[in-house]
């Protein structure tokens, strides 16, 4: 079942919880209320070599995240086990375009249980494969790290892609989200916004913080002054 929030404006902070407490989850949740979702990342150890949460955890940070849940999943054959989030009740399913066999179809399917259908690009794949596709997904998640693991370099090398999609995007018509995901700082933050990016996983930018609730606001106003001097 799923509840329908209104869908939050850009720029959107989504906080990877990757980087919370895993022992102290529902505090680490409650901190990030001022966010638009919890970006909760599944790895298989298959696709990516690092193991994460499965649908059972899943199911239970939905029950007690105060914003919706934006999966992230990092893992072989998401055709099979994609639809499973979006039936927990998770607000945005994002598979890899890398591991699935047919994407359109895939999105397709997300969309008619209810989540939004997101898909994702690792650094070396090229934006250009989504063109054609690009009306069939929600959000577009272009990687600025290797996935896998949190705390990495921001790949700068990534935003001509990104910069690209944003280009397509607006030349369709389309409105897609544009989320990127690694290495989101204070200082990096802005040169992903100015890249055409408004969505935003941040992990060790948050929960590293003092303040969580201030890190979230601050993040989000660096990201809105960017796009719109960009």
């Not at 901190?31 to 150890?45: E, G, L, Q, T, Y």
């Not at 994002?94 to 994702?120: C, K, M, N, Q, S």
């Not at 280009?167 to 369709?172: G, I, L, M, Q």
Request: hydrophobic residues 45%.
């Amino acid at each position: 079942m799923h509840l329908h929030h209104p869908l939050p404006r850009a720029p959107r902070i989504n906080p990877s919880i990757l980087a919370a407490d895993f022992v102290n989850m529902q505090r680490d949740l409650a901190k990030i209320a001022s966010a638009d979702f919890a970006h909760v990342d599944v790895m298989d150890n298959h696709f990516v070599p690092n193991l994460t949460f499965g649908p059972q955890m899943v199911e239970r940070i939905q029950a007690t995240s105060p914003v919706p849940l934006d999966v992230h999943l990092m893992i072989t054959d998401p055709d099979r086990w994609a639809p499973g989030y979006a039936e927990l009740g998770a607000a945005s399913v994002t598979f890899h375009l890398e591991a699935a066999a047919d994407p359109v179809a895939l999105a397709r399917t997300l969309r008619g249980i209810g989540a939004r259908a997101g898909v994702a690009i690792k650094p070396g794949t090229a934006g250009e494969s989504l063109y054609d596709i690009i009306d069939e997904f929600d959000q577009i998640l272009v990687m600025t790290v290797e996935p896998g693991f949190g705390g990495q370099r921001f790949m700068t090398e990534t935003m001509p892609k990104l910069r690209g999609l944003a280009d397509e995007a607006k030349r369709r018509g389309s409105d897609v989200w544009l989320q990127v995901d690694g290495g989101i700082s204070d200082s990096t933050i802005e040169i992903a916004a100015a890249a055409g990016a408004d969505t935003f996983v941040a992990g060790s930018a948050v929960y590293g913080a003092d303040d969580v609730e201030a890190a979230v606001i601050r993040l989000r106003d660096l990201a809105r002054a960017a796009s719109l001097e960009s």
